[in-house]
């Protein structure tokens, strides 16, 4: 699963062999995760703050108002490291010591560039709207162009990154194997409730298909 | 829900009115995540991972091994950035701009401390195993002297955080009110599956109900 590490940061360093720096793999979790955690260092230390994000291609999409610290950081092309994590399941092992967690992430890191364009602008805040919830873009009130000048849009490429996967049942000592303690893995998922309408709709519009029947891919 | 914020960098400054500093908040928030984004910055730049965490009162545990980059970082007193959030639902509003998460979310900024001490290194892994699995450290085989020696264990005190959370409906302009496209909240929440029992379980243990009826408090 292993393919060659981008960059010395990038590399993987503890249990490297749950690591990969496959770009498939990559775009997959980021495609199913919704929350990335974005960092930077300032003068005051380093700052980890979620955010929503979008994908085009091999570029990671940040958005927010150019008032926000970190983003206005990450114009300027200070370095970022950008976290997506999904979790998939406890794993209970015999021994509290093995305890552990299955889980899939990736981690980017690099320097982002705005998006000046707005045309190109545009684009990406849809990208964005259709990482939340696919099919949604085309029917929400496009944005204005008040609202396109008026988002900061960063580009961070996927250049330097890294996919750490642990799934599996637990890994105990060979001594703790005939422990009588239950062992085995609590997998979590991530579902949708049914949809919750707006207290304050006019419009008679029932709740789409794609909320109705929400997952990710 | 705001009380005083505890310092410059931990004053929250986009969109103040979701943000508190409510210690009880606080907890709640870390009591029921299971996953923190830890950040430190290093020469390479910002560097974010996710880990497994626990709180003991107002501290925040850390814990792995002592050949981990991030955590010898940490225990050399670096500044860190831990972040854990919650996603509770997606936004959609009328209009694309508007689309936002429903989440709660704790940053906490500070220096951690390892903990030097054995009993108290003790007690703090089994918090570690009872914040992933409340009541599993009975049962599990307890760390031997060499696993608790072989861990390193870090103390960050919850001095300096910031809660933030954004909740309810869609927030749309006057202008769009009357669009005739569905808006609401698609909610979110992590469920448990069934356990999945170790392939190599030697005994006929079954599963407890903490594995059984897993949900976070």
């Known amino acids: 699963m292993t393919s060659t590490p981008p960059s010395t940061r990038a590399t993987v360093r503890r249990v490297p062999e749950r690591a ?4 498939q793999a990559a775009h997959a979790i980021l ?8 960092g930077l260092s300032t003068d005051d230390g380093p700052v980890v703050i979620p955010m929503l994000y979008g994908r ?7 958005h927010g108002s150019p008032a926000s610290r970190l ?37 980017v890191f690099g320097q982002a560039t705005p998006i000046t364009d707005l045309t190109l602008r545009r ?16 029917e929400a009130r496009e944005p204005n162009e008040r609202e ?26 060979d ?13 979590l998922t991530t579902v949708a409730g049914a949809p919750v309408t707006a207290d304050d709709l006019r419009s008679d519009a029932a709740p ?9 891919p």
């Open 123 to 138: 684009a990406a805040l849809d990208r964005l709207v259709e990482h939340i919830v696919p099919g949604r873009s085309a």
């Open 175 to 187: 001594d703790d194997m005939d422990l009588p303690v239950w062992a085995g893995v609590i997998p």
């Open 208 to 216: 789409p298909g794609y909320a109705r029947h929400y997952t990710r």
């Open 31 to 38: 495609d199913e995760g919704l929350v990335a955690h974005v």
């Open 56 to 62: 085009d291609g091999d570029t990671l999409l940040l």
């Open 71 to 107: 983003l206005r950081g990450g114009a300027k092309g200070t370095q970022m490291c950008v976290t997506v994590t999904l979790v998939d399941g406890l794993v209970l092992a015999r021994s509290a010591f093995h305890h552990s967690m299955n889980y899939r992430s990736v981690v």
């Open 20 to 23: 990969s720096y496959d770009r």
């Open 148 to 173: 396109v000048r008026g988002t900061l849009v960063l580009a961070l490429p996927l250049d330097e990154c890294s996919v750490k996967v642990r799934a599996g049942g637990p890994l105990d000592e």
